[in-house]
């Protein structure tokens, strides 16, 4: 038996290691995980109860269109209802659109430190991967620009970038957008953008509407507080739409991920409370690493990447061994680490623990 040959070298995804193998490795009674982006403050209360109202119908499969979560969204959004697709989280549509749009030899661009399933999907695809180095962080789209040609079939835009933070402002992407040739599609992962009250930030769904190519990724895992669900969704022209659903398993989103998030959005208290507290983490990370002498990107996002000026992976060792998770190893940045922004408990727990860690590892030149 011979699997594909493009996909012998890929490795297999590596988890974080949950908090209980951890506490119980390392001796530690509290430990914190600011690892995966996921909410500091769980999920709406209003979500958690309509799955409990939905665990009588476990034996019924779900809705294979999401026709009631789509309507809702369609409104939320002022877009058709055949404009928007579920995915298993955002993840699986990046899966269906390298599944739909990319065959071998299809060249396809991407920033070379951005989120990893792009180019992994892509492989799977056997497509031609062409990284972009990102300029101070942030998506270089003159650059990216430059590569296109008549073989590039996706370009994928993380706004606002993982791990960095950065975002593109609405002229650039708009710029950008209006030079693409038509005949490529530009994905523009906005998983992060419900954080974002800065009014540079690009609208995407305004975008969507001038330029057809476009397909947007959100999800419920990040400030709806549902990663366990596995719920995303895509917004893009019905023909986009269309070829994507093309490839999509019937019944890809279950019913807890579709009730759950039909109440999540419904829960404006809850989305409103998180962006506040995440801004005042944001600010007290900036104060906190500029007091520690430290530079970080600007982060836009629920998450902010700080430049250690020390192995990275030192660091992040030597957090753990406090209780502390966070994120290292980026190829590019091997200085840096990315930390989710938390309560703000927690926030200070990770300051008292970095500078403790900054005075025990040696700098870096
Ligand atoms: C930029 C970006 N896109 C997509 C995802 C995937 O999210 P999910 O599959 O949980 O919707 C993530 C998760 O961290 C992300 O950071």
């Not at 499969?61 to 298993?88: C, K, M, R, W």
């Not at 606002?160 to 002229?171: E, H, L, R, Y």
């Not at 727990?349 to 025990?360: D, H, Y």
């Amino acid at each position: 038996m011979q699997p594909k040959a493009n996909i012998v070298h890929l490795p297999v995804y590596q988890p974080g290691k949950p908090v209980d193998d951890v506490k119980r490795e390392l001796g530690l009674t509290e430990v914190i995980k600011l690892a995966s982006n996921e909410n500091p403050f769980g999920s709406s209360p209003k979500a958690m109860e309509a799955i409990a109202r939905e665990v009588e119908n476990i034996s019924i499969y779900p809705d294979g269109a999401a026709v009631e979560l789509t309507s809702a969204l369609s409104s939320y959004h002022g877009v058709n209802p055949d404009q928007i697709i579920f995915g298993a989280g955002s993840d699986e549509i990046i899966l269906m659109i390298a599944r739909a749009f990319l065959v071998p030899g299809d060249e396809t661009i991407m920033a070379d430190q951005t989120f990893p399933q792009y180019k992994h999907n892509a492989q799977i695809e056997n497509a031609v991967i062409l990284e972009v180095p990102l300029k101070e962080g942030t998506h270089d789209l003159f650059s990216m620009l430059e590569r296109v040609t008549d073989k590039t079939k996706v370009v994928w835009v993380c706004n606002p970038n993982n791990p960095t933070g950065t975002i593109n402002n609405a002229d650039e992407v708009e710029w950008f957008l209006s030079k693409v040739p038509g005949h490529v599609l530009v994905v523009l992962d906005e998983a992060y953008c419900e954080y974002i009250d800065d009014t540079s930030f690009p609208d995407g769904i305004k975008l969507l509407q001038k330029y057809p190519n476009v397909v947007l990724l959100r999800t419920f895992s990040k400030i709806y507080g549902l990663a366990s669900l596995r719920i995303g969704y895509g917004i893009g022209r019905p023909d986009v739409i269309r070829s994507i659903n093309q490839v999509r398993e019937p019944f890809n989103t279950s019913r807890f991920a579709q009730a759950a998030a039909l109440a999540a959005l419904n829960d404006e208290e809850f989305i409103a409370k998180c962006r506040e507290a995440n801004k005042i983490g944001l600010a007290y990370f900036n104060n906190s690493f500029a007091e520690l002498g430290l530079d970080a990107f600007p982060a836009y996002g629920n998450f902010i990447m700080v430049d250690v000026k020390r192995s990275g992976q030192e660091v992040f060792d030597a957090l753990l061994r406090k209780g502390i998770i966070v994120r290292a190893g980026h190829k590019l940045y091997p200085t840096h680490i990315r930390i989710t922004v938390g309560s703000q408990e927690q926030n200070e727990k990770v300051i008292a623990a970095l500078t403790a860690v900054l005075q025990e590892i040696a700098v870096k030149v």
